[in-house]
């Protein structure tokens, strides 16, 4: 089969001679991958899986059963509008750029690099998950982001092949060669080499962790190179259903979780997860992901931002002065070991303008999940703790905060830490928990069956033929 008829793609690939030439040494080493890290022990199972053929409204999620390695990973962006413009910075208004303008190639580079490096990593740190799946319909979802995550990938090194030439195919090669969790060759951030072993991290990581995708993309969807910014764009709507599947999923264990209370006050008697551990795998994972949008403070973002790079989320609809030259923000630092405020140009600010959007749509998903327990008639409540807290970048970095942001000794953190970030024993538990369930219609006793099923089908539907 020719490449442009194995690769759906919206960018005339059967056209461009050069990208051809690049994909189809790429795509050989992307199967390999992905045979060697994607996910083990079911590769030769039909999935009923949603593959993007196009980007028109009855083209990008079409629904059939199709083996994971033989999955029609495309490279689609969103189609392109006249006359698109710099939407923000010091190129305020200028013709958007087409091509990589020379000054801003070092920092472009580096951001689709860090943004690519995220989707194989993911892939990588849930591979095993498919093993203990609580249903069918659950192991379908796990399938559907990590496919998704793969195309992810497809769609950052489109960008590194078709503007970055030479480095740009250097680049897209070493994303396959570093290895999540790997000391030697590691993914570029953090969370994503921590480990995802358990159901409850799958959750937790598709809600906090990828929605800092959502927050990334958005910002990277504003973008005046056009290229990007239409690619990130398509890459939201897929986005949408890691973060159903993350928030729902989260939602469904805490239901159950608050169910099982009222069978018996300690819910490990009757198979549940305990709300106190689901709080501590909340606080890791909340922490971890707000490193993800780097220093409060950073002459990185400031930069981004002038170069009309990368804007703020839903720069054009929420915002009507766009140039930012002027104004500050205020916020907390440490000085001589106390919290105290520091006022700094906005433009240095904006990690944190984009990290305070994220925190405010977590706290509209507790709050949902809130209600969950209230309506099982158990009080009860979850929170976040504080973005000081368990920080590893950053202005707190370094520092030691309780879960209300105050700040504490080493100490202190060392004696308390058991309280407030899972456990060995936490860890233990929740995968004494995690055992296999693939009959249809069934689902593990520690989560609440969902709401709906996927695309009209029910919650029964053979959604993994094993
Ligand atoms: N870990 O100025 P600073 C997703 C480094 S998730 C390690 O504060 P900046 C997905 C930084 O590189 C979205 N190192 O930060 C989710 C810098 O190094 P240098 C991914 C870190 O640059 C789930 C130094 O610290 N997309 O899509 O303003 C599943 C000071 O940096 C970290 C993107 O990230 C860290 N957490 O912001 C699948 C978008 N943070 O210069 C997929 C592209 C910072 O001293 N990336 N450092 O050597 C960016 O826009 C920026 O690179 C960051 C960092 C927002 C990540
Ligand atoms: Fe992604
Ligand atoms: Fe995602």
């Known amino acids: 089969m020719e490449l442009h008829e194995r690769i759906p793609n919206n960018v005339n690939l059967s056209g461009d001679k050069r990208l051809q030439r690049a994909l189809e ?9 992905w045979r060697e890290m994607g996910p083990e022990g079911f590769q030769d199972k039909d999935v009923w899986l ?12 079409n629904f059939d059963y199709v083996r994971m390695p033989e999955y029609r990973w495309g490279i689609f962006l969103k189609p392109a509008e006249p006359d698109a413009r710099v939407g923000f910075g010091d190129n305020l208004g200028q013709p958007a750029y087409q091509e990589v303008p020379g000054e801003f190639r070092n920092a472009l580079r580096r951001i689709v690099v860090t943004q690519a490096d995220t989707e194989p990593a993911s892939v990588e740190q849930q591979r095993r998950l498919g093993q203990t799946c609580p249903s069918l319909y659950d192991l379908r979802n796990l399938f559907q982001v990590n496919v998704e995550e793969g195309r992810h990938l497809w769609a950052m090194v489109y960008l590194l092949h078709g503007y970055f030439g030479r480095d740009g195919r250097d680049e897209a090669d070493a994303l396959l060669e ?4 790997n000391p030697d ?7 994503f080499n921590q480990p995802c072993d358990d159901w409850l991290n799958f959750f937790c990581f598709t809600m906090f962790t990828d929605r ?4 990334q993309l958005s910002a990277l969807a504003e973008s005046g190179f056009e290229p990007l910014a239409r690619t990130c764009q398509f890459m939201l709507t897929e986005e949408a259903h890691h973060l159903f599947v993350g928030e729902t999923g989260v939602g469904r264990v805490v239901r159950r979780t608050a169910q099982l209370m009222k069978q018996n006050e300690d819910v490990r008697e009757v198979g549940g997860i305990p709300f106190d551990i689901i709080q501590r795998y909340i606080n890791y994972w909340f922490s971890y ?18 170069a009309g790079l990368k804007g703020r989320y839903q720069e054009q609809k929420k915002y009507d002065e766009h140039v930012l030259a002027e104004g500050s923000f205020t916020l907390p630092v440490i000085e001589d070991g106390r919290i105290s405020e520091r006022e700094v140009p906005l433009r240095n600010a904006l990690n944190e303008v984009l990290r305070g959007e994220y925190v405010r749509d977590c706290e509209r998903a507790l709050e949902r999940w809130n209600k969950y327990v209230a309506e099982e008639g158990v009080d009860f409540r979850l929170r976040l703790p504080s973005t ?9 970095a370094g520092q030691h905060f309780d879960l209300d942001g105050e700040i504490i000794t080493a100490e202190e953190f060392e004696a308390r830490q058991d309280e407030w970030l899972p456990t060995r024993a936490d860890r233990e538990y929740v995968q004494s928990l995690m055992h296999p369930v693939t009959e249809p219609g069934k689902i593990a006793n520690w989560i609440a069956p969902p709401a709906t099923g996927i695309k009209g089908k029910p919650f029964e539907f053979e959604y993994v033929r094993l």
Request: charged share 30%; hydrophobic share 35%; net charge neutral.
């Open 185 to 191: 060759k590691p993914r570029i951030l953090e969370a």
């Open 388 to 396: 000081r807290f368990h920080r590893h970048v950053g202005e707190y």
């Open 25 to 33: 040494k790429w795509l050989p080493n992307y199967l390999d991958w």
């Open 178 to 181: 570093r290895r999540s969790g």
């Open 212 to 215: 800092d995708g959502k927050y």
């Open 289 to 306: 992901s707000l490193d993800l949008f780097g220093g409060e403070i950073s002459s990185n973002a400031a930069d981004f931002f002038a």
């Open 50 to 61: 949603r593959t993007a053929v196009s980007v028109e409204p009855d083209g990008w999620a």
